[in-house]
T-cell receptor
């Protein structure tokens, strides 16, 4: 079974530029998550999709961040314009909701450096 | 208020010994789940173990066990017979209900160092 795919793996941009990340979840997983993990901290949920609907985006800085999940499969996360404090690893995860613990499967992440 | 608290920024353990990583949580939702993930230096997040709030017995997965004390709102991870490959960051996470769905919140993590 293929895991969660993310691209690119690394990205370096200057502040005020735009950047987009892509995520392909595990086939059949209805729930998709985007997390931001700043160095030395735990992952922080940015947005959670159930199929192609948003379940939670309360911690997404909507003035600069946007995300979409077309057709309930792939997802893109965009930052426009980027700030220095956006430097972090952006993790995508997916899960298949089951009664009890829906284990999240994580992708390798995209490491963003904003100069 | 912190939803998930991991009070140990770093822990050292001798190879082959057991170690306990602490986690306390805060929720008013009667139905919730607790997870532990491992993050090696390579960066990937690896699921280790899950405990549901209604589970009567502590969860175990191989060398990992979860010491669930519901009244104290603690969910400590116990790793038995530590191995050098266990050196990594460990995150405790809680899944609680929001509206019609669920939200997962992670703690700040504990870095475990296993000494030979």
């Amino acid at each position: 079974e293929a895991g969660v795919a993310q691209s690119p793996r690394y990205k370096i941009i200057e502040k005020r530029q735009s950047v987009a990340f892509w995520c392909n979840p595990i086939s059949g997983h209805a729930t998709l998550y985007w997390y931001q993990q700043i160095l030395g901290q735990g992952p922080k949920l940015l947005i959670q999709f159930q199929n192609n609907g948003v379940v939670d985006d309360s911690q997404l800085p909507k003035d600069r961040f946007s995300a979409e999940r077309l057709k309930g499969v792939d997802s893109t996360l965009k930052i426009q314009p980027a700030k220095l404090e956006d430097s972090a690893v952006y993790l995508c995860a997916s899960s298949y909701p089951v009664e009890g613990g829906d284990e999240q499967f994580f992708g390798p992440g995209t490491r963003l450096t904003v100069l | 208020a912190q939803k998930i608290t991991q009070t140990q920024p770093g822990m050292f353990v001798q190879e082959k010994e057991a170690v306990t990583l602490d986690c306390t949580y805060d929720t008013s939702d009667p139905s919730y789940g607790l997870f532990w993930y491992k993050q090696p230096s390579s960066g990937e997040m690896i699921f280790l173990i899950y405990q549901g709030s209604y589970d009567q017995q502590n969860a175990t997965e191989g060398r990992y066990s979860l010491n669930f004390q519901k009244a104290r709102k603690s969910a400590n991870l116990v790793i038995s017979a530590s191995q050098l490959g266990d050196s990594a960051m460990y995150f405790c996470a809680m899944r609680e209900g929001i509206g019609g769905g669920f939200k997962t919140i992670f703690g700040a993590g504990t870095r475990l160092f296993v000494k030979a």
